[in-house]
């Protein structure tokens, strides 16, 4: 309503164009705007979330509230604001606000957006048919001024609105997808563009004339590993003889602590549900959670080797439910750069549903309670981690009743406890524990070693975890070890464990914790086993101990080794031709049946040998790429959502070859725009290395 003042200097003007003046100033206020564009919100049923059991948000409705707004402010004629509502983002000549430089008509195709979707419905179909019927029954009604929904199910009763008339529009709605768009122009968007490009042909000049450089000092550098690693080989025996020497004293005078404790040592130690102690296996201990290694995992000397490639361990499905448990470790992690890996957690593959320890997801360095989608993770606000290569550090992960999630660090209590999100179940035949990855078929793993893994179907007190740290891996105190040993054994452990600390000395000294910062001896130390790294060729021209071999013996090494990848890629290829079947391969032509938006999408796909720029730290190169799509080429800040034609899913799975980072990866089901895993399967992407992704579709 107008204030008073309004009032009285509207009733004080005697000029004849009083009324107009009035109305002037009524049309050139952006009051205006707001109003009229709140009547038309009603009319589009507009929404900013929606709706249903979850009401998830619809990211970014104001811009169509806004939008609105100045179309009304600036008399757009009517007819072109209802080609924008039905194909702004089609408009060969698109209007343009150009003091923002953005797409004013791509805007208006929004309200097809604000929709009802149920809660993850079982039924897509039948949520696309309520979704599009909605659509029809409010642009017909905003429109035509008509109720064209009602010939959903047979003719209309009234007007002349047949049910094939109905159908007809639901085709074109239904071959909609919905997702979200870019709205700024060309130009901006582009603005970047040529320096980057610029600066990229730079770097690949200065790479390559680095490498050729480096390429000079390439036989000296592999002489110097093979002596490296043998001299590791041989220290790294050496120091199991030693631990042999020291267990034979130790662990019977262990296992005489254990038979005495009898009910006194139940009370001050928790007593796991499931144990992995590694001794020589992946049994499990207490129960029938049996581990089964996979991608590379291997067991050696007590501990489970988990190489940060691919290497985890998956364990028979739960033999009872969890719900309040506790999770607990002795790991020694191979660096601290490693971002995302597990040590040990609950795993539900059909719904990726997931709890465990994580070291470095969400802050570097740090460790934290992964979960799904972060449901139940935030990060504790402890310190970083400071351990050093081949050091065991202790983490505990507490889940109480209360939804409350309480982390450890070698007995004390890491950061503050909170609670995020319920406490989810895990249940009895469809869970189980997974090790090195946080979840199934996320990589890159953990990099490291686990010494003892352990987890209760209940929540441990403080008291409880600390007393567990102090025991040990073993479950036995140095003190209780002491009593049980004579002084003569006393003598000869000191002794061996001081050699011992010496040898572990000399090993990190050939061995470094900043061996990552080396890529030369990173890169060679992979190659020795690793046959299919491009060095592993020239291994061969070296013995074990860095002697070069006979000509006659290392051409017979590389008949050997090329006969190898013959009979190796012939397998590969019949098992994929028997086991699966090509859908599309985006490094050839395929691309272009596809539909793409964004700015990091390329209009061909890349060759061989395109890489990525490492935006921060030392390193130059993030990945050099074989031929296919990425959005990351000249910088991560690019992105871009790439969609495949329309499909039927006759087959169990759907396998995708692809990396990212903060990306996902997706089955879209009758267009169901929020599927984010369950059963609507979708992956995170959180990778610098393409790999092999499965989407369940059982």
């Given at each position: 309503?107008?204030?008073?003042?309004?009032?009285?200097?509207?009733?004080?003007d005697?000029?004849?164009?009083?009324?107009?003046?009035?109305?002037?100033?009524?049309?050139?206020?952006?009051?205006?705007?707001e109003?009229?564009?709140?009547?038309?919100?009603?009319?589009?049923?507009?929404?900013?979330?929606?709706?249903?059991?979850?009401?998830?948000e619809?990211?970014?409705?104001?811009?169509y509230?806004?939008?609105?707004?100045?179309?009304?402010?600036?008399?757009?004629?009517?007819?072109?604001?209802?080609?924008?509502?039905?194909?702004?983002?089609?408009?060969?000549?698109?209007?343009?606000?150009?003091?923002?430089?953005f797409?004013?008509?791509?805007?208006?195709?929004a309200?097809?957006?604000?929709?009802?979707?149920?809660?993850?419905?079982?039924?897509?179909?039948?949520?696309?048919?309520?979704?599009?019927?909605?659509?029809?029954?409010?642009?017909?009604?905003?429109?035509?001024?008509?109720?064209?929904?009602?010939?959903?199910?047979?003719?209309?009763?009234?007007?002349?609105?047949?049910?094939?008339?109905?159908?007809?529009?639901?085709?074109?709605?239904?071959?909609?997808?919905?997702?979200?768009?870019?709205?700024?122009?060309?130009?901006?968007?582009d603005?970047?563009?040529?320096?980057?490009?610029?600066?990229?042909?730079?770097?690949?000049e200065?790479?390559?004339?680095?490498?050729?450089?480096?390429?000079?000092?390439?036989?000296?550098?592999?002489?110097?590993?093979?002596?490296?690693?043998?001299?590791?080989?041989?220290?790294?025996?050496?120091?199991?003889?030693?631990?042999?020497?020291?267990?034979?004293?130790?662990?019977?005078?262990?296992?005489?602590?254990?038979?005495?404790?009898?009910?006194?040592?139940?009370?001050?130690?928790?007593?796991?549900d499931?144990?992995w102690?590694?001794?020589?296996?992946?049994?499990?201990?207490?129960?029938?959670h049996?581990?089964?290694?996979?991608?590379?995992?291997?067991?050696?000397?007590?501990?489970?080797?988990?190489?940060?490639?691919?290497?985890?361990?998956?364990?028979?499905?739960?033999?009872?439910?969890?719900?309040?448990?506790?999770?607990?470790?002795?790991?020694?992690?191979?660096?601290?750069e490693?971002?995302?890996?597990?040590?040990?957690?609950?795993?539900?593959?059909?719904?990726?549903?997931?709890?465990?320890?994580?070291?470095?997801?969400?802050?570097?360095?740090?460790?934290?309670?992964?979960?799904?989608?972060?449901?139940?993770?935030?990060?504790?606000?402890?310190?970083?981690?400071s351990s050093?290569?081949?050091?065991?550090?202790?983490?505990?992960?507490?889940?109480?009743?209360?939804?409350?999630?309480?982390?450890?660090?070698?007995?004390?209590?890491?950061?503050?406890?909170?609670?995020?999100?319920?406490?989810?179940?895990?249940?009895?035949?469809k869970?189980?524990?997974?090790?090195?990855?946080?979840?199934?078929?996320?990589?890159?793993?953990?990099?490291?070693?686990?010494?003892?893994?352990?987890?209760?179907?209940?929540?441990?007190?403080?008291?409880?975890?600390?007393?567990?740290?102090?025991?040990?891996a073993?479950?036995?105190?140095?003190?209780?070890?002491?009593?049980?040993?004579?002084?003569?054994?006393?003598?000869?452990?000191?002794?061996?464990?001081?050699?011992?600390t010496q040898?572990?000395?000399?090993?990190n000294?050939?061995?470094?914790?900043?061996?990552?910062?080396?890529?030369?001896q990173?890169?060679?130390?992979?190659s020795?086993?690793?046959?299919?790294?491009?060095?592993?060729?020239?291994?061969?021209?070296?013995?074990?101990?860095?002697?070069?071999?006979?000509?006659?013996?290392?051409?017979?090494?590389?008949?050997?080794?090329?006969?190898?990848?013959?009979?190796?890629l012939?397998?590969?290829?019949?098992?994929?031709?028997?086991?699966?079947?090509?859908?599309?391969?985006?490094?050839?032509?395929?691309?272009?049946?596809?539909?793409?938006?964004?700015?990091?999408?390329?209009?061909?796909?890349?060759?061989?040998?395109?890489?990525?720029?490492?935006?921060?730290?030392?390193?130059?190169?993030?990945?050099?790429?074989?031929?296919?799509?990425?959005?990351?080429?000249?910088?991560?800040?690019?992105?871009?959502?790439?969609?495949?034609?329309?499909?039927?899913?006759?087959?169990?799975?759907?396998?995708?070859?692809?990396?990212?980072?903060?990306?996902?990866?997706?089955?879209?089901?009758?267009?169901?725009?929020?599927?984010?895993?369950?059963?609507?399967?979708?992956?995170?992407?959180?990778?610098?290395?393409l790999?092999?992704?499965?989407?369940?579709?059982?």
């Amino acid at each position: 309503p107008p204030t008073l003042s309004e009032i009285e200097a509207f009733t004080a003007d005697d000029s004849r164009g009083a009324y107009e003046a009035v109305v002037d100033r009524l049309l050139d206020s952006p009051r205006f705007g707001e109003r009229w564009a709140r009547h038309w919100m009603d009319l589009v049923r507009y929404c900013e979330s929606h709706g249903s059991q979850g009401d998830p948000e619809l990211a970014n409705a104001y811009r169509y509230r806004d939008y609105l707004i100045r179309a009304f402010n600036s008399d757009l004629p009517y007819d072109q604001l209802v080609r924008e509502h039905l194909a702004g983002d089609l408009l060969a000549q698109p209007r343009w606000n150009t003091r923002e430089q953005f797409n004013e008509s791509a805007i208006g195709t929004a309200h097809l957006r604000m929709v009802e979707l149920g809660f993850v419905p079982v039924d897509a179909l039948e949520d696309q048919v309520k979704v599009v019927d909605n659509q029809i029954d409010v642009v017909t009604k905003a429109f035509l001024g008509l109720t064209v929904s009602c010939a959903r199910c047979h003719d209309h009763k009234f007007d002349p609105i047949s049910q094939e008339d109905f159908y007809a529009l639901y085709g074109v709605f239904a071959s909609c997808r919905p997702g979200q768009i870019l709205i700024e122009s060309a130009e901006r968007l582009d603005e970047n563009r040529a320096e980057l490009t610029r600066l990229k042909q730079a770097i690949r000049e200065g790479l390559a004339s680095a490498w050729g450089e480096a390429a000079g000092q390439f036989g000296v550098r592999l002489q110097e590993q093979s002596r490296r690693e043998a001299q590791i080989a041989d220290l790294s025996a050496q120091i199991r003889r030693l631990k042999d020497r020291i267990s034979a004293i130790e662990e019977p005078a262990r296992a005489r602590v254990l038979r005495g404790r009898g009910e006194q040592g139940g009370a001050s130690l928790p007593l796991p549900d499931s144990r992995w102690s590694f001794d020589g296996d992946a049994r499990d201990c207490v129960a029938t959670h049996h581990g089964e290694l996979h991608g590379g995992a291997l067991i050696r000397d007590g501990r489970l080797i988990l190489n940060g490639v691919e290497a985890n361990m998956r364990t028979a499905p739960l033999d009872r439910d969890y719900h309040e448990k506790t999770l607990e470790a002795w790991v020694s992690l191979a660096n601290l750069e490693q971002r995302g890996g597990g040590v040990i957690g609950l795993d539900t593959p059909e719904g990726q549903f997931f709890d465990s320890i994580v070291f470095g997801e969400i802050t570097p360095a740090h460790w934290m309670a992964g979960s799904d989608f972060f449901r139940r993770s935030q990060d504790p606000g402890g310190p970083a981690e400071s351990s050093k290569p081949g050091e065991l550090v202790h983490i505990a992960i507490v889940y109480q009743k209360d939804n409350s999630i309480t982390l450890y660090r070698n007995g004390e209590p890491y950061g503050q406890s909170y609670q995020k999100g319920t406490l989810h179940p895990f249940l009895k035949g469809k869970s189980r524990f997974l090790f090195g990855q946080r979840l199934t078929n996320i990589n890159p793993p953990l990099a490291g070693e686990i010494e003892e893994a352990r987890a209760y179907a209940r929540a441990l007190n403080a008291a409880e975890i600390a007393a567990s740290f102090r025991a040990g891996a073993a479950g036995v105190t140095a003190e209780e070890l002491a009593r049980e040993l004579t002084a003569a054994e006393q003598d000869q452990l000191v002794a061996l464990k001081a050699e011992q600390t010496q040898r572990l000395a000399r090993l990190n000294e050939l061995q470094p914790p900043d061996t990552a910062s080396d890529p030369w001896q990173v890169a060679l130390a992979d190659s020795r086993g690793n046959t299919s790294s491009p060095l592993h060729l020239w291994r061969q021209a070296l013995s074990d101990d860095g002697q070069a071999v006979p000509s006659g013996e290392l051409r017979e090494r590389w008949l050997k080794l090329a006969e190898f990848w013959r009979a190796e890629l012939q397998t590969r290829r019949e098992f994929n031709q028997s086991q699966f079947t090509p859908q599309w391969d985006l490094s050839s032509a395929d691309y272009q049946r596809w539909f793409r938006s964004g700015t990091g999408l390329p209009p061909e796909p890349t060759p061989n040998g395109e890489f990525s720029i490492e935006a921060e730290g030392e390193r130059v190169v993030a990945g050099i790429h074989p031929a296919g799509v990425f959005t990351h080429g000249l910088t991560r800040k690019h992105a871009g959502i790439l969609t495949s034609p329309r499909f039927l899913i006759d087959t169990d799975s759907v396998s995708l070859r692809a990396l990212g980072q903060n990306s996902m990866a997706r089955l879209v089901i009758e267009n169901y725009p929020i599927g984010n895993g369950g059963i609507y399967p979708a992956v995170r992407l959180n990778r610098d290395a393409l790999g092999w992704l499965r989407l369940d579709t059982a």
